[in-house]
């Protein structure tokens, strides 16, 4: 960033002609100006000429603006005129503070710039994500559905239909982030919260993961849990994700738990594996940043947006989510939901 907005010479040099030519510009109006306001009105002018240059230009344009307008108004227009002798030291401050609003007002121009690229490069990258994750949706469609037509036919054809099939799903997870991503970078998360039983989203969850093979699921679920206000298919797509990612991870034969319970006021969930555990060479808050992935996991498919994106829902639920160790071994990851009142359902009179 620092690159894009380091001035050339070139451009310096520009600066501070303009610089020159501003005062100079702004010395011929004071003049003028002198004919019907007080000396002390005019050095309003060469100060918002300061500004103004600070701001186009920047500090260094700024305080070369404020030298020759010190300069020339002391030259001009402070008695004795036509020389540099400065009879009244209220204008040694005049000049002083002159250069400290050039320095500020160009730091500030300078904030304001640096501020608008970013902008810019993040509504840029937004774009791009969704045009990307859009594009590649309708291909995605028709291999899916291709393959769920070889599966019809003999068995060595349907044996490599599912893993079209399998492995287009994952594909299509991954663009599915992308465009949840882009889609809550640009316009926030807009839940569609409703009453829900916990074990039904698990179970939803655990129907639409693919790619689990010989992995044992454990669901270890507090009996008479109560209901909590969900956008339930925001929430799926954390647990689908957790699942998914879990068996990336983790051995042919690994054992994958998902479970929740009552701890306080907070409905605790929790997925755990048993495979090899976090990535010893990054702190577990790192995983939950966009596009950040373990170095031992770069053989690993993915985009490195699925834990940002579940933490980007779960905050939106007024929950929190963290990476911890597992405990005998495996990496567990934690959700924290408020629990809130559900509405009263009158009983039916008979």
Known sequence: MHSILARTPRSSLRGLLSAVVACALATAAAGLLLRVFDLSNVVALFLFTVVLVALHWGKLAGAAAALVGVLSFDFFFVPPVYSFHVSDA??????????????????????????RLRVEGERLRHALLAAVSHDLKTPLTAIRGLAETLESADRRQAEVARSIRQQADALHRQVGNLLD?????????????????????VECALAAVVGLGERKVRVDMQPMLPLVELDACLFERVLINLLDNAAKYTPHDATIEIGARVV????????????????RDMAPEALFQPFTRGVRESSIGGSGLGLALCRRIVEAHGGAMHAVPGLPAGARFEIRLPLRCPPSIERERD
Do not use: I
């Open 90 to 115: 209220q204008y040694l401050f005049t000049f002083a503070l002159t250069v400290a609003v050039a320095f500020v007002t160009g730091r500030s121009a300078e904030l304001a710039r640096e501020a």
């Open 181 to 201: 991503m882009a889609r809550m970078q640009e316009h926030g998360v807009r839940l569609q919260l409703e009453w829900q039983a916990v074990g039904e989203v």
């Open 264 to 279: 306080g006021r907070d409905l605790c969930l929790h997925v755990q594996d048993d495979g090899p555990g976090l990535p």
